[in-house]
């Protein structure tokens, strides 16, 4: 069974940083590209940032370039984003899901997500 557990989440001031980690379990991340996708209030959800765990090649949704890293650990099962430089406009739940990245089309499952908030 797949399954996905967020976690880093928090409130965290404008210009602030955070570091979020999502460990995969139920298959390895070995052959499957992860991505990280975020639902601000009365949003759809969207893509953020994907990494292919294969090759180590990684997109990013334009708002976040230069801001965010998204980084995996195939040993630990786990994928991480460290997001800098954050915004009012980055507060959202955040989850991750085995996703398709030159697509930005996730598959499968969802975690419960992870809660970042940016404000003063």
């Known amino acids: 069974q797949v399954q996905f557990v967020e976690s880093g989440g928090g409130l965290v001031q404008p210009g602030g940083s955070l570091r979020l980690s999502c460990t995969a379990s139920?298959?390895?991340?070995?052959?499957?590209?992860i991505g990280w996708f975020r639902r601000a209030p009365g949003k759809e959800r969207k893509g953020v940032s994907c990494i292919k765990s294969s090759d180590g090649t990684t997109y990013y949704a334009d708002s976040v370039k230069g801001r965010f890293t998204i980084s995996s650990d195939n040993d630990k099962n786990s994928v991480y984003l460290q997001m800098n430089s954050l915004k009012p406009e980055d507060t959202a739940i955040y989850y991750c899901?085995?996703?398709?990245?030159?697509?930005?089309?996730?598959?499968?499952?969802w975690g419960q997500g992870t809660q970042v908030t940016v404000s003063s």
């Open positions: 899901a085995i996703t398709r990245c030159n697509s930005w089309t996730p598959f499968g499952s």
């Open positions: 139920g298959f390895s991340l070995d052959y499957y590209g």
